[in-house]
């Protein structure tokens, strides 16, 4: 795990901790725990499906909560990858992997702000758009041995 990447603080936390959606507001959630670091993500994948990179928190499962999901779609890319959408607006909110079944990624830019987030790494920076330069003062891995 990267040195700079918190886990999920105030996992014990009931009470609502962040709120977000999509842009046309189709998809709306609630955040009742914890929440992951931001990590930027550079795999091809997650370039394709967003369009640049994939910054996103993550949070125990059992802590979303869909308030409006009339337009959540989900694209499954394997076996053990999905990405949820809006089918309205079409942005990306979630990402789920069947090994991380007890978590859930959540799109940072779909979060309401402030968030009282930050960035903890980026990870497949290896894969990362050759247009992007990457911070320096982010620790990258070229995998994702950095998240767990």
Same mark, same amino acid.
């Given at each position: 795990?990267?040195?700079?990447?918190?886990?999920?603080? @105030?996992?014990?936390?009931?009470?609502? /901790?962040?709120?977000?959606?999509?842009?046309?507001?189709?998809?709306?959630?609630?955040?009742? @725990?914890?929440?992951? !670091?931001?990590?930027?993500?550079?795999?091809?994948?997650?370039?394709?499906?967003?369009?640049?990179?994939?910054?996103?928190?993550?949070?125990? +499962?059992?802590?979303?909560?869909?308030?409006?999901?009339?337009?959540?779609?989900?694209?499954?890319? $394997?076996? $053990?990858?999905?990405? &949820?959408?809006?089918?309205?607006?079409? @942005?990306?909110?979630?990402?789920?992997?069947?090994?991380?079944?007890?978590?859930?990624?959540? +799109?940072?830019?779909?979060?309401?702000?402030?968030? &009282?987030? /930050? $960035?903890?790494?980026?990870?497949?920076?290896?894969?990362?758009?050759?247009?992007?330069?990457?911070?320096?003062?982010?620790?990258?891995?070229?995998?994702?041995?950095?998240? !767990?």
């Amino acid at each position: 795990m990267g040195s700079e990447l918190r886990a999920f603080e @105030g996992e014990d936390a009931a009470e609502e /901790r962040a709120t977000g959606g999509c842009a046309c507001g189709g998809v709306r959630y609630r955040v009742t @725990g914890g929440l992951r !670091d931001v990590v930027h993500c550079h795999c091809e994948p997650c370039r394709r499906i967003t369009g640049h990179h994939m910054a996103a928190t993550a949070a125990r +499962a059992e802590d979303l909560h869909l308030e409006s999901d009339e337009t959540l779609q989900w694209y499954q890319r $394997t076996e $053990t990858v999905r990405y &949820g959408f809006c089918s309205a607006c079409g @942005g990306t909110l979630f990402w789920e992997a069947t090994d991380k079944a007890n978590r859930v990624s959540i +799109a940072a830019g779909t979060l309401d702000q402030p968030s &009282g987030l /930050r $960035t903890g790494v980026a990870i497949y920076a290896g894969d990362a758009g050759d247009y992007h330069h990457l911070d320096p003062t982010i620790e990258t891995f070229d995998g994702d041995q950095a998240v !767990d």
